[in-house]
């Protein structure tokens, strides 16, 4: 049975955001995306600790659909290693889970 499970990556460049975002939905692999503000990440990375200004992507997807989604998002991602992070979701509605199905189905035009 389907559920949905809600998929995380950053890129530091808006525009590249937004075009994964958009890209990742009309290709059916996200029933949609959110594109957070700009904050702040600190990380590690080449043995020093790194800021950068990014900007989240958080994919709502199916089961199905989220390793196809990883495979898409990181071909197109700028990052040498993208972060990914795939979350469950509890308590979604049966209509909602219907739509995310629906929209994350690929269709014949």
Same mark, same amino acid.
């Given at each position: 049975?389907?559920?949905?499970?809600?998929?995380?990556?950053?890129?530091?460049?808006?525009?590249?955001?937004?075009?994964?975002?958009?890209?990742?939905?009309?290709?059916? %692999?996200?029933?949609?995306?959110?594109?957070?503000?700009?904050?702040?990440?600190?990380?590690?990375?080449?043995?020093?600790?790194?800021?950068?200004?990014?900007?989240? %992507?958080?994919?709502?997807?199916?089961?199905?659909?989220?390793?196809?989604?990883?495979?898409?998002?990181?071909?197109?991602?700028?990052?040498?290693?993208?972060? !990914?992070?795939?979350?469950?979701?509890?308590?979604?509605?049966?209509?909602?889970?219907? !739509?995310?199905?629906?929209?994350?189905?690929?269709?014949?035009?």
């Amino acid at each position: 049975m389907a559920s949905i499970v809600i998929a995380q990556t950053t890129v530091d460049d808006e525009t590249k955001a937004y075009e994964i975002a958009r890209a990742a939905v009309e290709a059916r %692999l996200a029933a949609g995306v959110h594109v957070d503000a700009r904050m702040t990440s600190f990380y590690w990375w080449k043995d020093a600790v790194q800021h950068e200004r990014e900007y989240r %992507l958080s994919f709502k997807t199916t089961t199905e659909r989220v390793d196809e989604l990883r495979a898409w998002v990181h071909e197109r991602h700028p990052y040498e290693v993208p972060q !990914w992070i795939v979350l469950p979701t509890a308590g979604t509605s049966q209509e909602y889970l219907a !739509w995310a199905v629906q929209e994350t189905t690929a269709r014949n035009s």
